[in-house]
């Protein structure tokens, strides 16, 4: 995925003079995910840009930027370290296009990687995506595979409107299906490993069903997509698996047809559960198709805890996690 | 000092009662700052951080190095916009009063802080103001009407009713959109000079924020981007002396000019006379070069005093004498400027006087014109479905949803 | 309210020397809302300080304050600007008794007048408490009443753990209906505006009953509570009205009574509704209460754009919406 | 100075490959730096922030006005606690490399950072460090054994396995806890010294960050909340000049000191060699001393050199010279203040070599028995319920819920 995402660097800074790159190490180190290796090599300083250690001068110069006609991609270092940008983000780069009708806009990307599962304790682990998905004017998107990163990387660089970008630091390397004492494997078998070299875009604001099935819709994003579909296996159901991508604006409509398909949903993601973006596709499932559910809709997420150290592996949704949670959808009505 | 390690809490010199007391303020005498090249290095010009930057002296005569070329038209235009400023303010805080429109900040005695500087930039160089230049709107020919439908959120507001009064915006002059949340701006000046130097242009960007305004956290940031990449960049701190209620004490300004961060961070800090048109046109024009030339940004602390309440929201009798203003030592912008002009021979107490009067009639006319499209309570009245508009650039489904809700319940396009 | 409010700090600052406020313009001038007003006289400047203007700084030293003992009470002006003081509040404030297993922590509320109907446009409007309530290890209230801004600041100010605390300046002054046309009413008349002198507290976690009835449950918090209280008397219908008060953590239990009882849910707030605190009320009660559920549960919100000038009454959910919500919930099914 | 506004991109002097070059670092001769008196204004004495405190001289003398009244026993103890530091660091680093720990930080090269300044504060006063000052922990007494449970998460962790390796605290000894998050713990230790003076206690507070946290907005919040309220704190960088992969100058380094950011503040900045013990002792003592008896707060800038690299995490032989620690003009600390006690005849080389293997084997027993508390891989293991408790002071219903859902789903208590 890190190659994906580099790519999708490479192809919007040759297609486009105006895309600029800028974070914590990302130049002349290439990122300390290396994200963007190279990049300084082949596009110079003043297009991938080394930054100093302020998340909220880099979200800040990088709306200026905006403003300025280029199309800034930010990197956070580690999406625990998105707060000290937060005010930049949503008091400003959410609201320029609305409180100027349009006059100004800053098209900025912000790329951070999210999620837990490589033993960052509580400031390297958090998936704070369900901060982002309530704050009016951005769009918030997270990946799940190489395929789909490089495609909605770009789509995001084009779009003209700010999105906020997670990637999940535990598939950078590979899908991990939730099992932490499998050895690792690499995306090259994936069939959402392969990605093409140039250009192309997954659009923003679409779902993906990632498999067909009938006895129970499982809504998930990220890492979990993997471990949900190890689960579903398990489990011995026809699963319908449904990778949300673009958390917001929700694809409610895919949501919709499935669940109404099946009538019974799961959903997991990896953030804490209280007021985590779960609730928010529990909320609409249960809007949209309450007539059809024949079971309440189930939530499998992180608990409501920091994400600790040594627990990692009974705080992440693991797949046995996920099967029970399939069961109890499964059995209840 | 004290010896007892006590919290400290800065206090004003004066609170409501006792005489006012700007013993606190150091002066210079006008002319007796140097001038240094634009390309002076920052270690030798540290001195313009403490000093006081002036031009004008108690006769109205330009005197010393920093007296610019301005002929006597431009120096006219300035004032001619400072009094239009004033009157511009004047009325719309009379329409606020009479509850025409909801809220009002004015620039009462800090006109010279838009006017000078504006001066000194050219029309492609991007303004990011604070919410008390609308004296750089105006300079930069933004329509009275036009700003004063946005402070009536009518149909012809540029903000479509979405922002309180006077978050004014202009993209075709390059004056950007006033935030409501203090200091943001900077930073996104700096990273807007940096996107020049990055294009290759030639422009220059600056930015103001007031005292109270240098202890947000965007301060710092801005001035460590500024610095680390030599941003072509004009970061002023318009020192009026007060945030709402708390002095600039309350920032730090008890022990240590604002100006004196520059050279902390690496820039050069110059401290100026806030009042003195030509002192505040002279410095920015000086930044400006330096940063047009590549020297880099420059930090201005403007000193001046706020005239007038914080907003209509605020009573500064609460806090300060009421007569603080008059007993400040750098007076009025407007009053010392057509001293100079009049000491110059270019302008007469008459002459003024009929400037007031035809400024007040301009913004009576544009009053007049401005309420034709409507005021919050007479029509015309926007479209509520643009509420739902420019959350993005194409308006999702969701909020398209929402917006037909609306609508239905409203009996339909409103 | 605001009397309410003081009273909570005269009483606590009596009662305990190590009680600080601190805030912008909280001191000399007594608040922006006077909710402070002559408690400097009272008790000195150092234990009622005036701020420096970065939310950042002032919650970041009543951490400080905190560890050394103090119970901070810090006022952030509006709650549009406590972005800047996120990262604090997120890292270190809610993080400080896990990460060293309670051997430091930081008692701090933070106060923060949130919500519209003032003609505060979008910088001056804003309900953020969604993205607090995600947070492990906040608390986070919001009060409707005087009694319960009294009863629930002193419960807060004495807990040891920190709590983000909003009080909606709507009602500052009285209660709100939810029709603009109206003239304003005070709290005299309000039975909950009647407020003891002295000492006493609302337990923290706990939800109330504001009206008893049988055919919908209305989960709501805020000035939402009354124009709801407005709504159901206008929509003809007999609505038991939960005020949730403390947001998190959340009295499920008096939710669930409720709605199984009742059969029908409609969950009412100002804040915008992608991802807000009503998802997380939705999950949860369709969790609890889904074999009770006669129809859908719905939600009545302020709409996903920013807090509009001009519309402030199209946007706020006035009394129609609730009526309509409430006819909804009651014809389905 | 370029003539063109193009961006500036800072540039390190060596890249890999390249030869060292510290030119750029200014030095001063041991002893030539002026002490002024702790209650020296802060415009007087603003040498102190570009200037370089020294205090040993390259024959290990202890030079000039700084030389600190330390005997022989205080300088014997600081060696063997920096020495016992590296001994620490060296041994958790193969075990890092061994896979038995999931992260390290090394201080290597940076121990008298910790240990100067930690003797010259008192017991009661509160330490807020960095992750790179183990040696502060060290120097008050946290167990080793304690410190490496911590490192393991294991059934003695201090932090319960909730922290990764090194982010230890000791509440009993008055050292914070350290953050994740860069920066946060500095307008902390600003407010937790407000606190001491409203209290009215004597006890002051200090604070450590990097040179590249230095960007972070609650530098600015630390710094302006403590000069407002002249707050009895001493705040502390440490220039070890690299972030991770990025220099000094990508903090602002380039253009002036860090130090120098004090007096644009209005406090003392003061730019100490930081692998002089002797010197980051005596300017510690100063700032305590002032901060102590009323004078306020203090920024000292440690010019020092990261020996290691960024952490186990990290590779510095992609962004600099691998040799270049060997090249930085100010050496290493333990090197120098040995030079110093043998100069003194206090100290030998085989002394020294005891103490090393003392060191060691204190570090191999403590090691034995941490391991006995369980390893991430061996037992005992710690107690899957701790991770619900102490997110709050009483744990509330849904993570009790939650705690027991998991323990249903592990079969039970674990
Ligand atoms: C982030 C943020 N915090 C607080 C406020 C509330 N506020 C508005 S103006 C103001 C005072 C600003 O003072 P100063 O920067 O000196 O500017 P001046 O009003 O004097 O021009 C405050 C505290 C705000 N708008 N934004
Ligand atoms: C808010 C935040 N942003 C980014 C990081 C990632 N990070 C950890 S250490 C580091 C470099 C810090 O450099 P410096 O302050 O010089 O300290 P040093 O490591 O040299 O001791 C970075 C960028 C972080 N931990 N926190
Ligand atoms: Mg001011
Ligand atoms: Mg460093």
Redesign the interface.
Known sequence: MIQAIRSAHDVMMERDATVVALGQDIGYFGGVFRCTEGLQKKYGEHRVIDAPIAEGGIIGTAIGMGVNGLRPVAEIQFADYIYPGFDQIVSELSRLRYRSCGDFFAPVTIRTPCGGGIRGGQTHSQSPEGIFTHISGVKTVMVSNPYDAKGLLIAAIESNDPVVFFEPKRIYNGPFDGDPDKPSVSWASHPKGEVPEGYYTVPLGKAEIIEKGTDLTIVTYGTIVHVAQAAAKKAGVDAEIIDVRTLMPLDVETLRDSVNKTGRCLVAHEATRFCGYGAELVASVQKECFWHLEAPISRVTGWDTPYPHAFEWQYFPVQQRLVDGIRKVMEAG | ??????????QPTA?PGDPPDFSYIDLSEAGAIDRPPT?AA?RDIEYLATGLVRVLDDDHEAKGPWAPDLDPETLLKALEIMVLTRAYDDRMLRIQRQGKI??YIQALGEEAVSVGPGLAFEDGD?M?PAYRNQGLYILRNTGLVDMMCQCL?NTR????????PI?Y?N?EKNV??I????T?Q???????????????D?H??ASWIGD???????????L??A??????VVLNVTNNQW????FQ????G???SFA????????P?IRVDGNDLLATYAVSRWAAER??????PTLIEFVTYRGGAHST?DDPT??RPKDEWKAFPLGDPIERLIGHLEQLGQWSRSQQESLEVKMKEKVSAAWKEAITFGT?TDPPF?D?E????????ET????KE?RDK?LA??GGRS
Not at chain 2, 157 to 164: F, V, Y
């Open positions: 000092m004290t010896k007892n390690p006590k919290l400290h809490i800065p609170r390309d920052v909801s809220f991007m990011f959120s507001d540029m903000c479509k009713g979405r922002q309180m978050f915006h993209r950007f959109s935030s409501g949340n203090l943001t900077f930073p996104q000046a700096v990273g807007w000079a940096m996107g020049a130097a990055i294009k290759g030639d220059i960007a109270g305004s240098t202890a947000e956290a965007d301060f710092h940031h801005a460590t981007f610095a680390v990449y030599n941003a072509p945030a709402i209620s708390t004490g309350f920032a730090g008890e022990r240590q004196s961060r520059g050279p902390g961070y690496g820039m800090g940063a047009r030339s590549g020297g880099g929201s609460r806090y919050m926007l509520v643009l509420m739902f508009e420019d959350v993005f650039e999702p489904q969701h909020l929402q609306l319940m409203r």
